[in-house]
C-alpha cells in the first residue's frame, strides 16, 4: 500500500507565528554549510557583492559546520531569524521537505533552462511526495578505483572489470598476499570499509534500497539484505581487512589492487602526491554489479540548496540560487571546490583536478539512500552491528535481523509524526 505523507510538525507553526516580519524586504540570509575558506572567500570578494549590486539586497553569510547545521537552522527558525537559502544534505529533502520546513522548488525550476542537464536520479533525490526541495549542487558519487597495473601484474586485463560478486570476490582473493607467518598483508585484493553506507551499496546492487519508498517499511528483512550482509563479511574476510597493511591510499601505489573512493576524498589524495595528472592515469573506476544481468550501481549523498519555507522573499531568495548556478558563477565554484556538479552540459569545461573524469562516469550509475531520522540510531547502530560481524561476533543474518527490527521502529516513529 502506497504511503501519503503530509507533514505538519509542530515546528511550522511556531515559524508561522516568529519568523514573518524578522526581515528587511531587502535582505537575505544565506546558511552555507562547511564551505572552504577559498570558496568563502570568493563569495564575499565578488559573488556575493555582484548580486548585490545586481538585485538591490543585503546578503547575510554564515557558515555552519554539519555537525551542527540542523540546530542552527531550526534554533534559528524558532527564533524568527531563519536563513532564506539553506545548504542541504542528501536526508534534507526527505527529513527538512517532509517537515515542511522547505519550500518546494518546482515553481521556479518549471522555467529554469538547465533543469533537464540534470538526470532525473539525481532530481529525484532531492525530492519528496512528488515535490523538488533542493537544488543538487554537489554530487558525491562513489565507485570502486583500481590500480591498472596490480590487475596486470596479475595477468588481469586492466580494461575489465569484475562483472559480478562472485568474480570480484575472486579478483580480491587472488589479488590478496600477506607475509609467510600471515600476521600482515603486503597487497591487498580491496579495501571495502565495514560500514552501514557500505551496506546499503551492497543492498542496491542486490536490487533492494534499505527502505521501500513506496510503502516505507524496511527492506532489511529480504533475501537480498541478507545476501549482501554475507558479501560485506566476504569482502572483509577475503581481503584479510583485519590484519595490518595497506588501505585505501595505497591503491596509488600500487599495493593496493581496489578500493571505494568518493570524489572529494580521490581529490585531496592526489594533491599530495608529485605527479597528481600521472598517478591518476594508472587507476581506472567502476560501478560495481551482483551480475552481469544486474544494473551497476554507485551509490551517491547529493547536496544542495533550498529555500526555507519561512523565508518572506521565496523569489529572491530562488534568484541567489539560480546566480549561483548561473553560467558566470558556477565553473568558478566548481574549480574551486572540486565538486563533481549534478549538470551533464558542462562536464567539459569543469575537468579542474585530474581523474574527476572517471566520476562524472559515474553519475549514470547513481542510486541514493533514505536513512529513517534519527539517523544517528538508524545509521550509528547500524555501523555498530556491521562491526561486530566483521569482528566475528555476530552473524550476518543477525546483523539484518537486528537492523530490521530497528528501521522498522524508526519509520514507524518517523510516520507517526506526520498528519
Same mark, same amino acid.
Given at each position: 500500500?502506497?504511503?501519503?505523507?503530509?507533514?505538519?510538525?509542530?515546528?511550522i507553526?511556531?515559524?508561522?507565528?516568529?519568523?514573518f516580519?524578522?526581515?528587511?524586504?531587502?535582505?537575505?540570509?544565506?546558511?552555507?554549510?562547511? %564551505?572552504?575558506?577559498?570558496?568563502?572567500?570568493?563569495?564575499?570578494?565578488?559573488?556575493?557583492?555582484?548580486?548585490?549590486?545586481? %538585485?538591490?539586497?543585503?546578503?547575510?553569510?554564515?557558515?555552519?559546520?554539519?555537525?551542527?547545521?540542523?540546530?542552527?537552522?531550526?534554533?534559528?527558525?524558532?527564533?524568527?531569524? @531563519?536563513?532564506?537559502?539553506?545548504?542541504?544534505?542528501?536526508?534534507?529533502? %526527505?527529513?527538512?521537505?517532509?517537515?515542511?520546513?522547505?519550500?518546494?522548488?518546482?515553481?521556479?525550476?518549471?522555467?529554469?533552462? %538547465?533543469?533537464?542537464?540534470?538526470?532525473?536520479?539525481?532530481w529525484?533525490?532531492?525530492?519528496?511526495?512528488?515535490?523538488?526541495?533542493?537544488m543538487?549542487?554537489?554530487?558525491?558519487?562513489?565507485?570502486?578505483?583500481?590500480?591498472?597495473?596490480?590487475?596486470?601484474?596479475?595477468? +588481469?586485463?586492466?580494461?575489465?572489470?569484475?562483472?559480478?560478486w562472485?568474480?570480484?570476490?575472486?579478483?580480491?582473493?587472488?589479488l590478496?598476499?600477506?607475509?609467510? =607467518?600471515?600476521?600482515?598483508?603486503?597487497?591487498?585484493?580491496?579495501?571495502?570499509?565495514?560500514?552501514?553506507?557500505?551496506?546499503?551499496? +551492497?543492498?542496491?546492487?542486490?536490487?533492494?534500497?534499505?527502505?521501500?519508498?513506496?510503502?516505507?517499511?524496511?527492506?532489511?528483512?529480504?533475501?537480498?539484505?541478507? @545476501? @549482501?550482509?554475507?558479501? +560485506?563479511?566476504?569482502?572483509?574476510?577475503?581481503?584479510?581487512?583485519?590484519?595490518?597493511?595497506?588501505?585505501?591510499?595505497?591503491?596509488?601505489?600500487?599495493?593496493?589492487?581496489?578500493?571505494?573512493?568518493?570524489?572529494?576524498?580521490?581529490?585531496?589524495?592526489?594533491?599530495?602526491?608529485?605527479?597528481?595528472?600521472?598517478?591518476?592515469?594508472?587507476?581506472?573506476?567502476?560501478?560495481?554489479?551482483?551480475?552481469?544481468?544486474?544494473a551497476?550501481?554507485?551509490?551517491?549523498?547529493?547536496?544542495?540548496?533550498?529555500?526555507?519555507?519561512?523565508?518572506?522573499?521565496?523569489?529572491?531568495?530562488?534568484k541567489?540560487?539560480?546566480?549561483l548556478?548561473?553560467?558566470?558563477?558556477?565553473q568558478?565554484?566548481?574549480?574551486?571546490?572540486?565538486?563533481?556538479?549534478?549538470?551533464? =552540459?558542462?562536464?567539459?569545461?569543469?575537468?579542474?583536478?585530474p581523474?574527476?573524469?572517471?566520476?562524472?562516469?559515474?553519475?549514470p550509475?547513481?542510486?541514493?539512500?533514505?536513512?529513517?531520522?534519527?539517523?544517528?540510531?538508524?545509521?550509528?547502530?547500524?555501523?555498530?552491528?556491521?562491526?561486530?560481524?566483521?569482528?566475528?561476533?555476530?552473524?550476518? +543474518?543477525?546483523?539484518?535481523?537486528?537492523?530490521?527490527?530497528?528501521?522498522?521502529?524508526?519509520?514507524n516513529?518517523?510516520?507517526?509524526?506526520?498528519?
Amino acid at each position: 500500500m502506497a504511503v501519503t505523507r503530509r507533514a505538519v510538525p509542530i515546528v511550522i507553526a511556531l515559524v508561522t507565528v516568529l519568523s514573518f516580519g524578522a526581515y528587511a524586504e531587502d535582505s537575505l540570509r544565506f546558511l552555507a554549510v562547511n %564551505y572552504s575558506p577559498q570558496l568563502l572567500q570568493a563569495l564575499n570578494d565578488w559573488i556575493i557583492p555582484r548580486f548585490e549590486e545586481r %538585485y538591490g539586497v543585503e546578503v547575510e553569510l554564515q557558515n555552519a559546520t554539519w555537525e551542527d547545521r540542523v540546530d542552527r537552522f531550526v534554533v534559528q527558525t524558532v527564533g524568527g531569524v @531563519a536563513p532564506d537559502v539553506v545548504v542541504t544534505g542528501y536526508y534534507s529533502a %526527505y527529513e527538512e521537505g517532509a517537515a515542511g520546513l522547505l519550500l518546494p522548488l518546482d515553481p521556479f525550476l518549471d522555467s529554469w533552462q %538547465y533543469r533537464d542537464m540534470i538526470p532525473e536520479p539525481i532530481w529525484q533525490s532531492q525530492g519528496w511526495d512528488g515535490y523538488i526541495y533542493a537544488m543538487p549542487m554537489e554530487v558525491d558519487v562513489r565507485g570502486i578505483v583500481y590500480s591498472k597495473a596490480v590487475f596486470e601484474q596479475a595477468g +588481469l586485463d586492466s580494461s575489465r572489470t569484475p562483472q559480478s560478486w562472485e568474480e570480484l570476490l575472486a579478483w580480491v582473493g587472488r589479488l590478496t598476499v600477506t607475509t609467510p =607467518d600471515q600476521q600482515s598483508v603486503t597487497q591487498r585484493g580491496i579495501w571495502y570499509d565495514t560500514h552501514a553506507q557500505n551496506l546499503f551499496w +551492497l543492498m542496491m546492487q542486490a536490487g533492494v534500497p534499505p527502505v521501500d519508498l513506496a510503502t516505507l517499511e524496511s527492506n532489511f528483512d529480504t533475501p537480498e539484505a541478507l @545476501a @549482501a550482509a554475507e558479501m +560485506l563479511l566476504d569482502l572483509h574476510t577475503t581481503s584479510q581487512a583485519s590484519l595490518p597493511g595497506p588501505r585505501a591510499v595505497d591503491v596509488l601505489y600500487g599495493k593496493t589492487a581496489m578500493s571505494w573512493f568518493h570524489p572529494g576524498w580521490f581529490n585531496r589524495t592526489l594533491a599530495e602526491m608529485e605527479d597528481p595528472a600521472a598517478m591518476a592515469r594508472e587507476v581506472g573506476i567502476f560501478p560495481p554489479q551482483r551480475s552481469p544481468e544486474d544494473a551497476p550501481v554507485a551509490i551517491g549523498f547529493i547536496n544542495g540548496l533550498a529555500i526555507t519555507r519561512s523565508s518572506p522573499n521565496p523569489e529572491l531568495a530562488w534568484k541567489l540560487i539560480e546566480f549561483l548556478t548561473s553560467e558566470e558563477v558556477i565553473q568558478e565554484l566548481y574549480r574551486i571546490t572540486g565538486w563533481v556538479s549534478p549538470r551533464m =552540459d558542462i562536464i567539459p569545461e569543469l575537468m579542474y583536478w585530474p581523474g574527476v573524469d572517471m566520476f562524472y562516469g559515474l553519475v549514470p550509475h547513481i542510486q541514493t539512500v533514505v536513512v529513517p531520522p534519527p539517523r544517528n540510531q538508524a545509521q550509528g547502530q547500524l555501523d555498530q552491528m556491521v562491526k561486530a560481524m566483521a569482528q566475528n561476533r555476530i552473524p550476518p +543474518l543477525t546483523v539484518t535481523t537486528n537492523a530490521h527490527t530497528l528501521w522498522t521502529r524508526l519509520l514507524n516513529e518517523w510516520q507517526a509524526t506526520w498528519q
